[in-house]
């Protein structure tokens, strides 16, 4: 076999990793959809994967001591080699942390080979056949080697009931929590879930960028791997934002810098201390006026490249985002319908949380009341339909005549549509000038918690 198509050492990695347990073998299945014992071209390799898969059925863990005693149990540990054959796959495989990435490359060659051997059997196909024939006969082999093996749409019972009941013991359909102040956020949507797609409503001036800089603040600080596409702000305006969110400090006074209205002398510290945070945070910013979707994955890759992950993907806003020049449609509804398909595909390729900003048109603020409706998605109602979460955000103080009224700081969060949790309102106060959220008393809005 030639070498480009197989790669022992490996595989020899992968199998020590799922030896070593700690969800090794979960991260194989999760991460290579796909992944089959022929993957493997050494038998021994095979036998031991098989080994594993009814471990991992049988819904015990799967690692060096379940693994051999399901061997012992069946009485086949002399079929690899012995105890020392799993021991010493354990002994030269340090850690299992890369191991998603070693079993993609396996499923690559694994691929390859398939190819080859369609080439190799049209070689040796009956030459009897004229050339339409034996063209249509590839054509078909190739489709159903495209089912076999790129098809995870569909799952029989046995598969679904396992993927299950895993899901649950494990925790992995929970949302993942900001806590502090975003607890009433948390408690109403039951957190951030990965994968899925978000919309955040709200008219011009209503705090979008606001919210969701500290909403980052809030994953920044669980150690969360955050991008954050900027279409109307510059990394350093975005960058001001997050550090007075940080420091509690106005951002026009962090503008101003050393002027006398600017930071004073005792907040320099604070200032220097909460900037080296931000460069020790997983934390990255694509600001591009009208980004492609192309643009927005290259800068997710761009962050994996950097943390290892990416957990939140904001978004600001969609109306900005455009299409590849190839997939453009002279109707902009469908661009945006387009645009929040594959910005939701984006979420499922990457296992992450994308929240996408979505501007409300003017005629909104006509309305006697303002608040934000799930019909109202300016230029297109289906950018709603790809999202798991659509939230609307509404300042009464935006639209206040009286001008005691212009200052009340309470903020609606309205949960439109929430596939994982409920729909109601949120009560939050809200500090635009520095980013802040607080919590509020959710029967009481007026006093804060």
């Known amino acids: 076999m030639k070498p480009h198509l197989a790669n022992p050492e490996t595989e020899a990695l992968v199998i020590g990793g799922i030896l070593l347990g700690n969800g090794g073998l979960d991260r194989v299945l999760e991460e290579a959809k796909g992944f089959c014992t022929e993957v493997f071209t050494i038998d021994i390799y095979q036998e031991i994967y098989r080994a594993a898969i009814a471990v991992y059925k049988s819904s015990e863990p799967v690692d060096l001591m379940s693994i051999s005693e399901w061997f012992r149990d069946n009485e086949v540990l002399d079929k690899i080699g012995g105890y020392s054959t799993l021991t010493d796959l354990v002994g030269v495989t340090v850690s299992n942390a890369n191991i998603d990435r070693q079993a993609r490359l396996?499923?690559?060659?694994?691929?390859?080979?398939?190819?080859?051997?369609?080439?190799?059997?049209?070689?040796?196909?009956?030459?009897?056949?004229?050339?339409?024939?034996?063209?249509?006969?590839?054509?078909?082999?190739?489709?159903?080697?495209?089912?076999?093996?790129?098809?995870?749409?569909?799952?029989?019972?046995?598969?679904?009931?396992?993927?299950?009941?895993?899901?649950?013991?494990?925790?992995?359909?929970?949302?993942?929590?900001?806590?502090?102040?975003?607890?009433?956020?948390?408690?109403?949507?039951?957190?951030?879930?990965?994968?899925?797609?978000?919309?955040?409503?709200?008219?011009?001036?209503?705090?979008?960028?606001?919210?969701?800089?500290?909403?980052?603040?809030?994953?920044?600080?669980?150690?969360?791997?955050?991008?954050?596409?900027?279409?109307?702000?510059?990394?350093?305006?975005?960058?001001?934002?997050?550090?007075?969110?940080?420091?509690?400090?106005?951002?026009?006074?962090?503008?101003?810098?050393?002027?006398?209205?600017?930071?004073?002398?005792?907040?320099?510290?604070?200032?220097?201390?909460?900037?080296v945070e931000i460069a020790e945070a997983k934390w990255s910013v694509l600001d591009h006026s009208s980004p492609t979707i192309a643009e927005i994955e290259s800068a997710i890759k761009k962050t994996i490249t950097l943390y290892g992950h990416i957990d939140i993907v904001f978004v600001d806003y969609i109306q900005m985002v455009r299409l590849d020049d190839s997939k453009k449609d002279r109707q902009r509804s469908r661009e945006l319908e387009q645009i929040?398909?594959?910005?939701?595909?984006?979420?499922?390729?990457?296992?992450?949380?994308?929240?996408?900003?979505?501007?409300?048109?003017?005629?909104?603020?006509?309305?006697?009341?303002?608040?934000?409706?799930?019909?109202?998605?300016?230029?297109?109602s289906g950018i709603i339909h790809s999202a798991d979460l659509v939230c609307g955000l509404y300042r009464p103080a935006h639209y206040a005549e009286k001008e005691e009224d212009k200052y009340d700081p309470i903020l609606e969060v309205l949960v439109l549509k929430d596939k994982n949790g409920m729909c109601g309102t949120v009560y939050q106060e809200v500090d635009l000038s520095t980013c802040t959220i607080h919590r509020v008393d959710q029967e009481n809005p007026t006093r804060r918690i």
């Not at 046995?158 to 992995?172: A, Y």
């Not at 992450?352 to 006697?368: H, I, M, N, T």
């Open 106 to 275: 396996l499923l690559k060659k694994y691929k390859m080979r398939c190819l080859v051997n369609i080439g190799y059997q049209m070689v040796d196909s009956d030459p009897s056949l004229t050339y339409e024939e034996s063209l249509h006969q590839a054509i078909n082999k190739l489709r159903q080697l495209e089912m076999d093996i790129e098809d995870n749409s569909f799952h029989n019972a046995e598969e679904m009931s396992l993927s299950l009941w895993n899901c649950i013991t494990q925790g992995k359909l929970k949302g993942e929590k900001l806590g502090n102040e975003w607890i009433d956020f948390d408690n109403m949507t039951g957190g951030i879930f990965k994968p899925s797609l978000g919309i955040l409503m709200a008219a011009s001036s209503m705090g979008k960028t606001s919210w969701m800089v500290s909403m980052t603040y809030a994953a920044l600080s669980k150690g969360y791997s955050v991008l954050f596409v900027s279409c109307e702000m510059s990394m350093e305006q975005i960058n001001i934002r997050l550090l007075s969110r940080m420091t509690g400090i106005d951002s026009f006074r962090i503008v101003r810098g050393q002027d006398f209205d600017g930071i004073q002398r005792s907040e320099w510290t604070i200032t220097s201390d909460k900037t």
């Open 340 to 380: 929040s398909r594959e910005l939701r595909h984006l979420a499922n390729t990457y296992k992450c949380f994308v929240l996408v900003a979505s501007q409300l048109p003017k005629e909104v603020g006509d309305r006697v009341n303002k608040r934000p409706r799930i019909t109202d998605t300016y230029e297109s």
